[in-house]
């Protein structure tokens, strides 16, 4: 595959700039886990209930945190960062139907209601996610790690998670303006944050079992890479499968885009 034909894909709009959004978050979510102030925006990635006691120790400043409510906000913002940092990139195709499909006066304000509607339904998943943490901190690691691993493989060969990825190269018809045209997008974002939690929340919430923190953003970076690739895989039906499939590059989705 010719590398102008990589260039010309990754500059198709609105590519570059959910790129861009996306490395904000990753150098946010990097130099905020290494900085232990509770005021960093991505501290969430320290505070999670099994990396407490590790980050804790390291931590001699006052911490507003106490505060349940403060706690949680700074919790979420930084789970919003790890949706911004590892999502992004997979919502291109999607957000490039509104791009082409909306008058250019309404290209950004389409875009923006559908990213709204794609993070509100995320950020439930990460209430979920802080309790369940919560609930299994006094749990012991290595009993967590097995159980997580197995869910983890079992949902990867489910046909539930076949389905997800199935939908997610859907798109949905938009009005040409109006109220209709708002709706239209804001529901097209929550209709696809449905698909991607079915077919990746599991992995979404492993990386976060890890206490250590280099062991997280490695572990988040995979993963990021591995959901890109896999949502360009070619649909197949509802079945079970072996839990990570390979094939070749060639019968992918996104080599066919790339060639177009």
């Not at 861009?20 to 209930?49: C, E, K, N, R, V």
């Not at 006691?53 to 913002?77: D, E, G, V």
């Not at 209601?113 to 439930?124: E, R």
């Not at 529901?187 to 944050?193: H, P």
Request: with cysteine; glycine share 4%.
């Amino acid at each position: 595959m010719k590398i102008r034909s990589y260039i010309w894909f990754l500059s198709q709009p609105p590519l570059p700039i959910l790129l861009l959004f996306s490395s904000i978050a990753w150098l946010l979510l990097y130099f905020g886990g290494h900085d232990h102030s509770a005021h960093s925006l991505s501290a969430t990635l320290q505070d999670i209930p099994m990396a407490d006691q590790h980050h804790h120790m390291h931590n001699h400043s006052p911490a507003p945190t106490q505060n349940p409510f403060y706690s949680a906000f700074i919790q979420l913002s930084g789970w919003l960062t790890m949706i911004v940092a590892m999502m992004f990139p997979l919502l291109h195709n999607a957000i490039r139907h509104i791009w082409l499909r909306s008058l250019p006066r309404l290209r950004l304000v389409g875009s923006v209601l559908f990213c709204l509607g794609y993070l509100s339904l995320w950020l439930g998943v990460g209430l979920v996610c802080n309790l369940m943490l919560m609930a299994l901190k006094n749990t012991a690691p290595l009993q967590i790690a097995l159980v997580a691993s197995a869910i983890v493989l079992l949902w990867q060969a489910s046909p539930m998670k076949q389905w997800g990825l199935n939908y997610c190269h859907y798109t949905q018809r938009l009005a040409l303006s109006g109220w209709q045209y708002a709706y239209d997008c804001l529901s097209f974002g929550v209709k696809k944050s449905c698909w991607c939690i079915v077919s990746c929340w599991h992995l979404m919430v492993f990386p976060m079992l890890f206490d250590s923190f280099l062991l997280l953003y490695i572990s988040m970076l995979i993963v990021c890479m591995w959901m890109f690739v896999e949502q360009h895989l070619s649909p197949r039906p509802a079945n079970w499968y072996l839990p990570f499939r390979l094939e070749s590059l060639r019968s992918t989705a996104l080599y066919k885009q790339v060639r177009a």
